[in-house]
């Protein structure tokens, strides 16, 4: 079945370094590609998206693109805050689904330092 | 616009006692999810309500689980005798239609002694 598979945390940074998380997905058809992130004490929040090949999903300084040759969805920002500190999860929604449920990976949380 | 709410936010039992989660979505969302995240797991969808009706219950893990949303407002989930292992936070979200956006809840975090 479809699945999606995230680097394994915690990811310690300094303020102002360069952040990647991994995001590898398994799916028939073309599914949409989310990352959202879990602020401590919050819900989840949507942070970016694509929804077909080569798109690339931006939102607060974050990128990712939707690689279909790699089944590929990196997390990526040049430059984290200490409010960017929570956990990040990456999604696929299959469109060929009947419920469009959001697939999950297991979450990274991320840490940032000043 | 008031967000996804979920009562309560946390909830601590005993094994084999009852507990009822309710998730209010945000005003006119048709469509309401309710997934859970076990520690250290990932966040799987356990069932899909379309207003009142059920659209897809697949990831509901077994009979002890009930969810309704009487009237296509407000959702419970019931789990009635909770065993250890659903422990976990439990995430409602919604959406105005299928495939859009999802607003998610801030969770309930559930812990079966």
């Known amino acids: 079945g479809d699945s999606v598979t995230q680097m394994e945390g915690p990811v310690t940074l300094s303020e102002e370094a360069f952040l990647t998380i991994n995001c590898t997905y398994t799916?028939?058809?073309?599914?949409?590609l989310f990352w959202y992130v879990q602020y401590p004490g919050e819900g989840l929040q949507l942070l970016l998206k694509?929804?077909?090949?080569?798109d690339k999903g931006s939102n607060k300084g974050f990128e990712a693109t939707y690689r279909k040759e790699t089944t590929s969805f990196h997390l990526e920002k040049g430059s984290v805050q200490v409010s960017d500190s929570a956990v990040y999860f990456c999604?696929?929604?299959?469109?060929?689904?009947?419920?469009?449920?959001?697939?999950f990976g297991k979450g990274t949380t991320l840490s940032v330092s000043s | 616009e008031a967000g996804v709410t979920q009562f309560p936010s946390h909830s601590v039992i005993e094994k084999g006692q009852t507990v009822t989660l309710r998730c209010d979505p945000i005003?006119?969302?048709?469509?309401l999810y309710w997934y859970r995240r076990v520690m250290g797991k990932e966040i799987k969808f356990l069932l899909h309500?379309?207003?009142?009706?059920?659209?897809?219950e697949s990831g509901m893990p077994n009979n002890r689980f009930l969810a309704e949303r009487t009237g296509g407002t407000y959702s419970t989930l019931k789990v009635q005798p909770a065993e250890l292992e659903d422990s976990g936070v439990y995430f409602c979200?919604?959406?105005?239609?299928?495939?859009?956006?999802?607003?998610f809840g801030q969770g309930t975090r559930l812990t079966v002694v």
């Open positions: 979200a919604s959406s105005r239609r299928r495939g859009r956006e999802a607003f």
């Open positions: 799916a028939t058809g073309y599914p949409s």
């Open positions: 694509a929804t077909k090949a080569d």
């Open positions: 999604a696929l929604s299959a469109v060929n689904q009947a419920g469009t449920a959001l697939i």
């Open positions: 005003s006119g969302h048709d469509n």
């Open positions: 309500f379309v207003k009142e009706s059920k659209q897809d």
